[in-house]
């Protein structure tokens, strides 16, 4: 869940309030009292001036006690003490004398802060003593307008930006005002908000919807308070991906990885959605419409199916599973595109979070990330899965800080994404350090739970092969921050220079804000990155030339193929001069690029 | 229904646990012990449809020895829901420690405390200072649910309370004020038989403040702060938590009046996430009559599942949740309670009814429609509780610092 900036301060204030509410209890509890004056007894009771709502900074209706005698009389001439015990706020007097009808009273001013006041009239000895009065500070009239979240976004052009631009309407003291009705207007670049005004909530928020313009560029959104105080919102307007087809096709389970072969799509499945995520399925594509399911594959006793992929040869689906009794990695021979026939099966107890295909010497390996407890970078050896063996080339230990999420395999080199633990690149057949599937010999390792890098939740990356300068330097690696599967999310794109695989710099980074990054695809020869970015859709990165620092400018594209809350895109990748999306809400959706 | 109880043999050993050890009194140790055997129909459990179980639970052996004329004390309590409950307790909206919608059992060693009581004497004037260490609660929150009238723990049991940590406390009381402060681990249990990570003390802390407004009224503001509790090496969230407290306990109606209103708030992730709950309980006894009732507002954060859909993933492997459920329920309860054994053993029949609903709130993937196929809560138990010695014990209060004085160690309504 993630909390709404704007439900932050009303929170905070009830925290307040009820904090100085117990102090008043306490107060009024602890007693205390006048010291001078010969003992007399007798009793004080309040009177009137007891629960007032005003202003902050207003002068109340005075606080006024009686007090009598034993006999109930009134006692004229006593010293009533009072005291301000929390909330802020003046007093006229330390104390005051009774009149002839043993009245004493006390005028109070509020403090600036809303919320309550709490006096206290006390005259030691006597029953009733301390006599407490409350009253509540309410915000003065609107004064100033700030923005408190929202400006400053990036999406494409004609979709309603991730975050709705939020002001806070405050009062001469900085309390925010409730009930005031802002003006929004779109200033430039077209476009649209959900209404004319919208009112701003007890803790003085007020938030609209904002739906960017049809041409790429800057747009500009103001909001008015009555009396022309106005503050403006900026946000870019990228191009869009089109839409080709696809989407809304999977309801019965949540969608996770996908794959793209020879004229086929296969995604998995995952979580409870009324069934567990325990089927592949798999679809015929049209370049020139939707993908059509043909069929699924249905593995008992898993809960999801964690990755998948189609090796080089197109000869082999492989997938991991997690949960239940049959997790571990799958092997189906494609005995022809779109047609996946079982052939060998190995369990992991601990289940497999993810699987990376790769050809060294000739052999295909599985580089499987076991989940923990007992994390460990295990290889599969996949030579003999035509007769039913799958065999474990080596198991490396990783320490259990969440573990490893994902492996990137590229020219015998292993990149292995591990959480809390950063970065690990292995030799697993390069060469360089004597290294092999059956022995990984690590290079180097970069971060660690005292000395966390890349944003300390290392996920998944891409090893980038520039074909048009040559270079080899970037790593990009994604960061999966914390959110809530379906609705939010977090976590920004890092950009590590491995010119030295001993030791990898972060030289860049992008963050989309509203949402966070999963998956990558990079269209190398047009230096496109591609990124899955679950509530935020799709974004499409240029990632040509020297990168360092911010990348926001790096954005070309944006689309969240299944609109507001209904977009949660696990997964992308190139095929055929479309993109493919997984989602994990509305399942496979087929992207036209800008 | 499903039963998973081995009635027989916990009832051996609960019988003889009941027994006082000869001349307790004498050398200052007295025994304490409880026992529920009950039976829960829910009405949705996850994945739709009923169930009904019986189970054993609270099955708590406790000993509390006094040294010192007091100033020296230690509390155990052995708690044998790993044993008698496994699989945990079908309890709507339940969660922590990998189980949902049941609660999950305790450790075994649920207590070991020593506590060196009033440690600086009349040096320090009217005020106490004491020190307790060992195995435990952290100063925070409210009274653990087992020592509360209702049977059902509440949604807010991961909220409102922290507990089965190696823990060192510090506590002072100045005439109605209580501070307590302390340092623990954050790492919560995930089994039964397993102990603190003992290389994990001291990166969590807590402070409790309670003012003693009245002879009756007790108030308390909490604070704390527990690093990664849901993964025990230490690599997830810190959780930040709130927590204040009215708590009543008078005469009333010819009668004696329990109740509490707590407010509670845990934030984790830097505020990525936050976790609110407001409940309200009362009970009231008369003669052998104990009606009592809870409400409670409390939001459950929903993590991914095994197959077994009462349980989540654990160890994590993310920082994800699939959403957060707000669970508003209103627990009613009748018990009949009867004395023996001079009063200090109880046998309490007693029914509970639970009923209510469950919404998501800020969207997420497993929504109660899809987990249960509906919103609504019902449940209803029936059992008999058995307990000796417990009258008035507040479990997870150390150093005996809500005493009036260290002359009486072991007066009744007050902690340990």
Same mark, same amino acid.
Request: glycine letters at 14%; charged letters at 15%; one cysteine or more.
């Given at each position: 869940?993630?909390?709404?900036?704007? &439900?932050?301060?009303?929170?905070?204030?009830?925290?307040?309030?009820?904090?100085?509410?117990?102090?008043?209890?306490?107060?009024?509890?602890?007693?205390?009292?006048?010291?001078?004056?010969?003992?007399?007894?007798?009793?004080?009771?309040?009177?009137?001036?007891?629960?007032?709502?005003?202003?902050?900074?207003?002068?109340?209706?005075?606080?006024?006690?009686?007090?009598?005698?034993?006999?109930?009389?009134?006692?004229?001439?006593?010293?009533?003490?009072?005291?301000? !015990?929390?909330?802020?706020? &003046?007093?006229?007097?330390?104390?005051?004398?009774?009149?002839?009808?043993?009245?004493?009273?006390?005028?109070?001013?509020?403090?600036?802060?809303?919320?309550?006041?709490?006096?206290?009239?006390?005259?030691?000895?006597?029953?009733?003593?301390?006599?407490?009065?409350?009253?509540?500070?309410?915000?003065?009239?609107?004064?100033?307008?700030?923005?408190?979240?929202?400006?400053?976004?990036?999406?494409?052009?004609?979709?309603?930006?991730?975050?709705?631009?939020?002001?806070?309407?405050?009062?001469?003291?900085?309390?925010?005002?409730?009930?005031?009705?802002?003006?929004?207007?779109?200033?430039?670049?077209?476009?649209?908000?959900?209404?004319?005004?919208?009112?701003?909530?007890?803790?003085?928020?007020?938030?609209?919807?904002?739906?960017?313009?049809?041409?790429?560029?800057?747009?500009?959104?103001?909001?008015?308070?009555?009396?022309?105080?106005?503050?403006?919102?900026?946000?870019?307007?990228?191009?869009?991906?089109?839409?080709?087809?696809?989407?809304?096709?999977?309801?019965?389970?949540?969608?996770?990885?996908?794959?793209?072969?020879?004229?086929?799509?296969?995604?998995?499945?995952?979580?409870?959605?009324?069934?567990?995520?325990?089927?592949? !399925?798999?679809?015929?594509?049209?370049?020139?419409?939707?993908?059509?399911?043909?069929?699924?594959?249905?593995?008992?006793?898993?809960?999801?199916?964690?990755?998948?992929?189609?090796?080089?040869?197109?000869?082999?689906?492989?997938?991991?599973?997690?949960?239940?009794?049959?997790?571990?990695?799958?092997?189906?021979?494609?005995?022809?595109?779109?047609?996946?026939?079982?052939?060998?099966?190995?369990?992991?107890?601990?289940?497999?979070?993810?699987?990376?295909?790769?050809?060294?010497?000739?052999?295909?390996?599985?580089?499987?990330?076991?989940?923990?407890?007992? @994390?460990?970078?295990?290889?599969?050896?996949?030579?003999?899965?035509?007769?039913?063996?799958?065999?474990?080339?080596?198991?490396?230990?990783?320490?259990?800080?969440? @573990?490893?999420?994902?492996?990137?395999?590229?020219?015998?080199?292993?990149?292995?994404?591990?959480?809390?633990?950063?970065?690990?690149?292995?030799?697993?057949?390069?060469?360089?350090? +004597?290294?092999?599937?059956?022995?990984?010999?690590?290079?180097?390792?970069?971060?660690?739970?005292?000395?966390? !890098?890349?944003?300390?939740?290392?996920?998944?990356?891409?090893?980038?092969?520039?074909?048009?300068?040559?270079?080899?330097?970037?790593?990009?690696?994604?960061?999966?921050?914390?959110?809530?599967?379906?609705?939010?999310?977090?976590?920004?794109?890092?950009?590590?220079?491995?010119?030295?695989?001993?030791?990898?710099?972060?030289?860049?980074?992008?963050?989309?804000?509203?949402?966070?990054?999963?998956?990558?695809?990079?269209?190398?020869?047009?230096?496109?990155?591609?990124?899955?970015?679950?509530?935020?859709? $799709?974004?499409?990165?240029?990632?040509?030339? $020297?990168?360092?620092?911010?990348?926001?400018?790096?954005?070309?594209?944006?689309?969240?193929?299944?609109?507001?809350?209904?977009?949660?895109?696990?997964?992308?990748?190139?095929?055929?001069?479309?993109?493919?999306?997984?989602?994990?809400?509305?399942?496979?959706?087929?992207?036209?690029?800008? | 229904?499903?039963?998973?109880?081995?009635?027989?043999?916990?009832?051996?050993?609960?019988?003889?646990?009941?027994?006082?050890?000869?001349?307790?009194?004498?050398?200052?140790?007295?025994?304490?012990?409880?026992?529920?055997?009950?039976?829960?129909?829910?009405?949705?459990?996850?994945?739709?449809?009923?169930?009904? %179980?019986?189970?054993? $639970?609270?099955?708590?052996?406790?000993?509390?020895?006094?040294?010192?004329?007091?100033?020296?004390?230690?509390?155990?309590?052995?708690?044998?829901?790993?044993?008698?409950?496994?699989? +945990?307790?079908?309890?709507?909206?339940?969660?922590?420690?990998?189980?949902?919608?049941?609660?999950?059992?305790?450790?075994?060693?649920?207590?070991?405390?020593?506590?060196?009581?009033?440690?600086?004497?009349?040096?320090?004037?009217?005020?106490?200072?004491?020190?307790?260490?060992?195995?435990?609660?952290?100063?925070?929150?409210?009274?653990?649910?087992?020592?509360?009238?209702?049977?059902?723990?509440? $949604?807010?049991?991961?909220?409102?309370?922290?507990?089965?940590?190696?823990?060192?406390?510090?506590? &002072?009381?100045?005439?109605?004020?209580?501070?307590?402060?302390?340092?623990?681990?954050?790492?919560?249990?995930?089994?039964?038989?397993?102990?603190?990570?003992?290389?994990?003390?001291?990166?969590?802390?807590?402070?409790?403040?309670?003012?003693?407004?009245?002879?009756?009224?007790?108030?308390?503001?909490?604070?704390? !702060?527990?690093?990664?509790?849901?993964?025990?090496?230490?690599? +997830?969230?810190?959780?930040?938590?709130?927590?204040?407290?009215?708590?009543?306990?008078?005469?009333?109606?010819?009668?004696?009046?329990?109740?509490?209103?707590?407010?509670?708030?845990?934030?984790?992730?830097?505020?990525?996430?936050?976790?609110?709950?407001?409940?309200?309980?009362?009970?009231?006894?008369?003669?052998?009559?104990?009606?009592?009732?809870?409400? %409670?507002?409390?939001?459950?954060?929903?993590?991914?599942?095994?197959?077994?859909?009462?349980?989540?993933?654990?160890?994590?492997?993310?920082?994800?949740?699939?959403?957060?459920?707000?669970?508003?329920?209103?627990?009613?309860?009748?018990?009949?309670?009867?004395?023996?054994?001079?009063?200090?053993?109880?046998?309490?029949?007693?029914?509970?009814?639970?009923?209510?609903?469950?919404?998501?709130?800020?969207?997420? &993937?497993?929504?109660?429609?899809?987990?249960?196929?509906?919103?609504?809560?019902?449940?209803?138990?029936?059992?008999?509780?058995?307990?000796?010695?417990?009258?008035?014990?507040?479990?997870?209060?150390?150093?005996?610092?809500?005493?009036?004085?260290?002359?009486?160690?072991?007066?009744?309504?007050?902690?340990?």
């Amino acid at each position: 869940m993630g909390i709404d900036a704007s &439900v932050r301060p009303r929170v905070r204030l009830a925290g307040r309030r009820l904090v100085l509410g117990l102090a008043t209890i306490a107060g009024l509890a602890c007693g205390g009292g006048d010291t001078g004056g010969p003992r007399e007894t007798g009793t004080i009771a309040p009177l009137s001036g007891d629960a007032q709502t005003a202003t902050v900074g207003t002068t109340l209706q005075p606080y006024r006690v009686l007090v009598t005698d034993p006999q109930g009389q009134p006692r004229a001439d006593a010293k009533v003490s009072w005291s301000l !015990k929390s909330g802020g706020g &003046v007093l006229a007097a330390g104390s005051s004398q009774t009149d002839a009808s043993g009245i004493a009273e006390i005028t109070s001013t509020l403090g600036t802060l809303a919320g309550a006041q709490a006096v206290q009239a006390s005259i030691q000895g006597y029953s009733g003593s301390p006599v407490g009065f409350a009253s509540t500070g309410t915000a003065g009239p609107p004064a100033g307008l700030t923005k408190l979240n929202g400006d400053n976004q990036t999406t494409s052009r004609a979709q309603a930006v991730l975050i709705p631009p939020t002001v806070l309407v405050t009062d001469a003291y900085g309390n925010g005002v409730g009930g005031v009705t802002i003006g929004w207007a779109v200033q430039a670049g077209g476009g649209s908000v959900g209404a004319p005004t919208s009112v701003s909530g007890p803790s003085g928020a007020a938030a609209i919807a904002w739906t960017l313009g049809a041409t790429p560029g800057t747009n500009l959104l103001a909001a008015t308070l009555p009396g022309d105080t106005t503050v403006t919102f900026a946000a870019l307007g990228v191009a869009a991906f089109s839409v080709d087809g696809g989407g809304n096709n999977v309801s019965d389970r949540y969608t996770s990885d996908l794959w793209v072969a020879d004229g086929y799509a296969y995604t998995g499945t995952w979580g409870f959605r009324g069934a567990f995520g325990n089927a592949v !399925k798999i679809w015929q594509l049209d370049p020139g419409g939707a993908p059509v399911l043909t069929d699924s594959i249905i593995t008992p006793g898993i809960s999801t199916v964690s990755d998948l992929e189609v090796s080089p040869d197109g000869q082999w689906l492989v997938f991991t599973s997690e949960g239940g009794a049959n997790r571990g990695i799958h092997a189906y021979e494609l005995t022809s595109p779109g047609v996946a026939v079982s052939r060998a099966a190995l369990g992991n107890t601990n289940g497999l979070h993810t699987g990376t295909l790769a050809v060294i010497g000739g052999t295909l390996y599985a580089f499987a990330a076991q989940d923990p407890p007992g @994390c460990a970078l295990k290889i599969y050896d996949l030579s003999a899965a035509a007769s039913g063996t799958i065999s474990v080339a080596s198991s490396t230990t990783i320490p259990d800080n969440y @573990c490893i999420h994902d492996t990137f395999v590229r020219d015998g080199y292993a990149f292995v994404f591990a959480w809390d633990e950063g970065l690990y690149i292995y030799d697993v057949g390069n060469g360089s350090h +004597g290294g092999s599937p059956a022995n990984p010999v690590e290079i180097s390792k970069t971060g660690s739970p005292s000395n966390l !890098k890349f944003g300390g939740e290392t996920h998944n990356g891409w090893w980038f092969h520039n074909p048009v300068s040559g270079e080899q330097k970037y790593l990009f690696i994604g960061e999966e921050g914390p959110g809530a599967v379906g609705s939010s999310s977090s976590g920004d794109i890092h950009v590590v220079d491995v010119s030295d695989f001993a030791h990898p710099v972060e030289v860049a980074s992008f963050r989309l804000a509203g949402a966070g990054t999963h998956n990558f695809w990079v269209d190398e020869p047009n230096q496109r990155l591609y990124a899955a970015y679950y509530n935020g859709g $799709v974004v499409a990165l240029d990632i040509s030339g $020297v990168l360092a620092g911010n990348l926001s400018n790096r954005i070309v594209a944006q689309v969240r193929p299944g609109g507001s809350g209904n977009t949660y895109v696990w997964g992308v990748m190139l095929y055929g001069g479309s993109l493919y999306a997984s989602d994990m809400i509305s399942g496979l959706w087929q992207l036209g690029l800008p | 229904m499903q039963r998973a109880v081995p009635a027989g043999l916990a009832a051996v050993l609960w019988t003889g646990a009941l027994a006082p050890l000869a001349g307790q009194s004498a050398t200052g140790v007295h025994l304490m012990g409880l026992g529920i055997a009950s039976v829960t129909r829910v009405d949705p459990v996850p994945g739709g449809g009923r169930l009904t %179980e019986g189970r054993l $639970v609270q099955p708590l052996l406790m000993a509390h020895a006094t040294l010192l004329g007091g100033r020296l004390r230690a509390l155990g309590t052995l708690d044998l829901e790993g044993w008698t409950m496994p699989g +945990g307790e079908l309890t709507p909206g339940g969660w922590g420690e990998g189980f949902n919608d049941r609660r999950h059992p305790h450790t075994y060693a649920h207590e070991l405390m020593v506590s060196a009581v009033d440690i600086l004497g009349r040096h320090d004037g009217a005020a106490r200072l004491s020190v307790s260490v060992g195995k435990g609660f952290a100063p925070f929150g409210s009274d653990d649910p087992m020592s509360r009238p209702t049977l059902r723990y509440p $949604v807010n049991h991961h909220l409102a309370q922290v507990l089965e940590r190696a823990v060192a406390i510090a506590g &002072v009381r100045a005439g109605p004020v209580l501070l307590e402060g302390a340092l623990f681990n954050g790492d919560e249990p995930e089994r039964p038989g397993q102990w603190p990570k003992w290389d994990r003390f001291g990166d969590s802390w807590s402070a409790r403040l309670t003012l003693l407004a009245t002879p009756w009224l007790e108030l308390s503001a909490s604070r704390a !702060k527990v690093h990664s509790p849901e993964h025990r090496p230490g690599a +997830g969230t810190d959780a930040w938590k709130w927590h204040a407290a009215a708590r009543v306990s008078r005469e009333a109606g010819g009668g004696r009046l329990y109740a509490l209103a707590e407010w509670a708030r845990t934030e984790e992730a830097d505020g990525f996430f936050v976790f609110r709950t407001v409940l309200a309980e009362a009970e009231w006894r008369r003669g052998p009559h104990r009606p009592y009732y809870r409400f %409670e507002r409390s939001d459950r954060p929903e993590d991914l599942r095994e197959l077994d859909l009462f349980r989540s993933v654990r160890p994590h492997l993310e920082n994800a949740i699939l959403g957060t459920t707000r669970f508003t329920l209103h627990t009613l309860g009748y018990g009949f309670e009867r004395r023996a054994g001079l009063g200090q053993l109880a046998l309490q029949p007693f029914v509970e009814a639970t009923f209510g609903r469950a919404q998501p709130t800020m969207g997420g &993937v497993l929504t109660p429609e899809i987990l249960y196929g509906t919103s609504r809560v019902r449940a209803v138990t029936a059992g008999l509780r058995l307990s000796w010695g417990l009258e008035g014990h507040r479990m997870g209060r150390y150093g005996g610092l809500l005493e009036p004085s260290t002359s009486h160690p072991m007066e009744a309504g007050h902690g340990h």
